[in-house]
């Protein structure tokens, strides 16, 4: 197991556009969450899932954000009609869900630029 | 809500130098974990060391240890003998405990080890 995928590694696009970003968790890990960091802040939490459910959400994901995990594997990142605000790094993290205070494993990244 | 606070944006040392670097956070619950992370330039972050509230013994890790001061609420992290490749954004995370998931992390402080 390589750890955390994310891909793209990179995005530009245009604003109004819709993007979408994957992530491949550590296969062992039945939490995924998806986190969001601009430049010179820590991550701020937008959401995660254990298995293919999506327990808790982030008043930071707006109407135009959503999130999947169709079978509890990777999970994907879409973002509607984006804005500049938009422009972050976009992490991904996963955790075992028997290994309470074990902290994530977090993938490299998606950076987005809207232009 | 729980808060983490890093008071220190910047800090540069010189190789093989001890350096502290300061987190505290805000909590009204008792049961919880600490956590430090490393994002280097342009790379993943990855977890330095953790620590859970309940245990009074402070975490080492190698060259890394906290200071954890429950009543104070403040939790450093010490890195002795520094290395360049400690050059890195360090951010001091806080998770509570009982099933809860979300990481809340601080501001980060942007360390330098000079040669």
């Known amino acids: 197991d390589t750890g955390v995928s994310q891909n793209p590694r990179h995005k530009i696009t245009k604003r109004g556009q819709n993007v979408t970003f994957r992530c491949d968790p550590i296969?062992?890990?039945?939490?995924l969450y998806w986190y969001r960091q601009t430049l010179g802040q820590g991550p701020e939490f937008l959401t995660y899932?254990?298995?293919?459910?999506?327990?808790?959400k982030s008043r930071l994901l707006s109407d135009r954000f959503s999130a999947e995990r169709p079978k509890g594997s990777f999970s994907t990142l879409e973002i509607q009609r984006t804005e500049q605000g938009d422009s972050a790094m976009y992490l991904c993290?996963?955790?075992?869900?028997?290994?309470?205070?074990?902290?994530?494993?977090f993938g490299s990244g998606t950076r987005l630029t809207v232009v | 809500a729980q808060t983490v606070t890093q008071s220190q944006p910047e800090m540069s040392v010189q190789e093989a130098e001890t350096v502290t670097l300061s987190c505290t956070y805000d909590?009204?619950?008792?049961?919880?974990?600490l956590f430090w992370y490393k994002q280097p330039p342009s790379r993943q972050m990855i977890l330095v060391i953790r620590?859970?509230?309940?245990?009074?013994q402070n975490a080492t890790e190698n060259r890394f240890s906290v200071n954890f001061q429950k009543a104070a609420k403040s939790f450093s992290l010490k890195i002795s003998d520094s290395q360049l490749g400690d050059t890195a954004m360090y951010f001091c995370?806080?998770?509570?405990?009982?099933?809860?998931?979300?990481?809340?992390f601080g501001q980060g402080t942007r360390l330098t080890i000079n040669p």
């Open positions: 899932f254990q298995n293919e459910a999506q327990l808790e």
């Open positions: 620590q859970e509230a309940y245990k009074q």
């Open positions: 909590t009204s619950e008792s049961n919880y974990y």
């Open positions: 995370a806080f998770k509570l405990g009982q099933g809860a998931q979300k990481l809340v």
């Open positions: 993290a996963s955790s075992p869900a028997d290994r309470e205070g074990y902290g994530y494993t």
């Open positions: 296969s062992e890990h039945n939490r």
